[in-house]
């Protein structure tokens, strides 16, 4: 079955203490971002990877890192979370345009609360 | 930079209503458009996907329709059902080298028995 797994689904942390959420996806794609959701502010990007090793800022990249060591995976580091990074958080993966078909998949989301 | 808009924010409305659902962008040069259902406290699901060179895409009860030139698109839900209610959120992808979609910030549908 095609998805997006992200991991943790749920997390409460409190200021300054790193953490990483990852994201893997199982089709391949070459394109692979962040996004967080936020009430009255949408959907914004965060970061982005065209391909492995390939990475590049978004509309909102503060205060977050992002690797991209292998194709199937994507962590978002938060090397210093502040409660203004509180939100909802999806990674999502998508083949690159020129493909056929170039969908977006999303995972589930992980909920970050920071204290 | 490209803006989307989906009016009406929120929409309520009896089973069984057809109903259209709306988004609209600034700037044309678009590659694709896709529509996104997003139920609570999930993620999104893409519905429908139209290419820049495409008018229109069908999935089943759905119907979807592109005027690049008007800057519109716009969701036709056939027969509504209490199980399409969702956030409906539409994101465009622009043509040239930019790989950051937009987002508009969704239609939350209730379809009420």
């Known amino acids: 079955e095609a998805q997006v797994t992200q991991n943790p689904r749920y997390l409460i942390t409190v200021t300054g203490k790193k953490l990483t959420v990852t994201c893997s996806q199982n089709m391949n794609h070459e394109y692979m971002s962040w996004y967080r959701q936020d009430p009255g502010l949408g959907l914004r990007q965060i970061y982005y990877s065209m391909n492995v090793e390939v990475t590049d800022k978004g509309d909102v990249p503060e205060g977050y890192k992002v690797s991209r060591k292998e194709k199937r995976n994507f962590p978002l580091i938060l090397e210093s979370p502040s409660p203004n990074q509180t939100s909802l958080y999806f990674c999502a993966s998508s083949p690159l345009r020129g493909d056929s078909g170039n969908t977006i998949y999303f995972g589930e989301g992980s909920w970050l609360t920071v204290v | 930079k490209q803006e989307v808009t989906q009016i009406p924010a929120a929409l309520s409305v009896p089973e069984g209503e057809n109903l259209v659902l709306n988004c609209s962008f600034t700037?044309?040069?678009?590659?694709?458009l896709q529509w996104f259902r997003q139920d609570p406290g999930k993620g999104l699901t893409s519905l429908l996907l139209i290419q820049s060179s495409q008018r229109e895409q069908t999935s089943g009860r759905l119907n979807a329709s592109l005027d690049k030139s008007s800057g519109r698109s716009t969701l036709y839900i056939a027969a509504s059902q209490p199980g399409d209610s969702a956030t409906y959120l539409c994101?465009?992808?622009?043509?040239?080298?930019?790989?950051?979609?937009?987002f508009g910030r969704g239609t939350s549908l209730i379809v009420h028995p």
């Open positions: 994101a465009v992808l622009p043509s040239g080298g930019s790989y950051i979609p937009t």
């Open positions: 700037d044309s040069a678009i590659y694709n």
